[in-house]
Nanobody, 125 residues
Framework: QVQLVESGGGLVQPGGSLRLSCAAS????????MNWYRQAPGKQRELVAG???????NYADSVKGRFTISRDNAKNTVYLQMNSLKPEDTAVYYC???????????????????WGQGTQVTVSS
């Protein structure tokens, strides 16, 4: 089984910073894309930032220049450094990863989509 465990959320004042972490554990061959999504109350879940296995990155326009996604492949971990936080960044942040695992029925390696449990980020004075 594969698990994604997030940490680093909390309460911060506007203009402050937080760093989220998400570590993958379990049995798998490789991790492909790793992403951060967020969902604010009453809104749809949206992609915040993503990184490929080769390190290319992409960001939502609303966080460009403020957030930085990075990954440590040796630790199977993805990070989200969030600076200059705004009240509108308040949401539950979810880690997502596409992970290759052995499919015992199909007898081949397949890609699977996994999600973390979410971590609350609140930006408020």
């Amino acid at each position: 089984q594969v698990q994604l465990v997030e940490s680093g959320g909390g309460l911060v004042q506007p203009g402050g910073s937080l760093r989220l972490s998400c570590a993958a554990s379990g049995s798998f061959f490789s991790i492909n894309a790793m992403n951060w999504y967020r969902q604010a109350p009453g809104k749809q879940r949206e992609l915040v930032a993503g990184t490929s296995s080769r390190g290319t990155t992409n960001y939502a326009d609303s966080v460009k220049g403020r957030f930085t996604i990075s990954r440590d492949n040796a630790k199977n971990t993805v990070y989200l450094q969030m600076n200059s936080l705004k009240p509108e960044d308040t949401a539950v942040y979810y880690c997502n990863a596409q992970i290759d695992r052995w499919d015992q029925l199909a007898l081949r390696v397949r890609g699977y989509d996994y999600w973390g449990q979410g971590t609350q980020v609140t930006v408020s004075s």
